[in-house]
């Protein structure tokens, strides 16, 4: 066993930034007002994080060896396997995504999207439905995650192996052979760039009087939240309603 190139570039930095992204927005949708300025960062931070999981899902089939998702082990069999080898002590090592991983990764970029999209149709008047729906899928991918980092510190505990570090160095314990050709870093300059002109351009597109953001590249205006001319709208609305009550 030796130290080899396991993770590229790219796939660590989405790695850290989704996490950043996903924690923000979670963070600012549990303490923010929803009509406050404060909250169009956790619908930008959302719309982000999305993006990200689009390029991670391109990356996923023509990124490096273990960012892809031809090498993750999804099989029942080898899940079960791995846990009860994690507990005796005589898991089976991967130089990629192990089992847990596998699944924790799918379910996260499953549920992020999921996020993004009931985020765009509770700004479009989705309903209780849907609002319950989006939060259901936020706190489950609190959990996935939580999970996902009790897995990581019970595994360098039990295995005296800090893969935590490893999504910042790219380095693992694995056989001769196993490590990846390289880091990719034009493709990682890419990601930040791409990245950065999605997030630049969703700023720059936003409008916090009707709280609608027109997308970057695409050109599509989409309701993100309640904005002041929609809630002066619901305002007049109700007041009309009490006055023909009257």
Known sequence: MK???????????????????????????????????LFSVHMLLGATAGFMVLLRIIWGFVGSRYARFSSFTLSPAKVLAYLKGTVSGGAQRYAGHNPGTSWTSIAIFVMVLGLVATGVLMGNGGGEAVEEIHEV?????????????????????????????????????????????SPRPVAAVVFLVLTGLWSGGLVSGYDAATSQVTLPLIGQTIQVGEGEEHGEHEEYEEHEEHEDDD
Not at 17 to 32: E, K, R, S
Not at 150 to 175: D, L, P
Request: charged residues 20%.
């Open 3 to 37: 130290r080899i190139l396991a993770w590229d570039i790219p796939t660590r930095l989405f790695h850290w930034l989704l996490a950043g992204a996903f924690l923000g927005a979670f963070i600012i949708g549990n303490v923010a007002e929803d009509e406050g300025s």
């Open 137 to 181: 899928l936020a706190f489950g991918t609190l959990a996935v995650v939580g999970v996902h980092v009790a897995g990581i510190i019970f595994h360098t505990i039990r295995h005296r192996e800090n893969i935590a570090a490893s999504m910042f160095h790219g380095r693992k314990q694995a056989g001769d052979g196993d490590d990846i050709r």
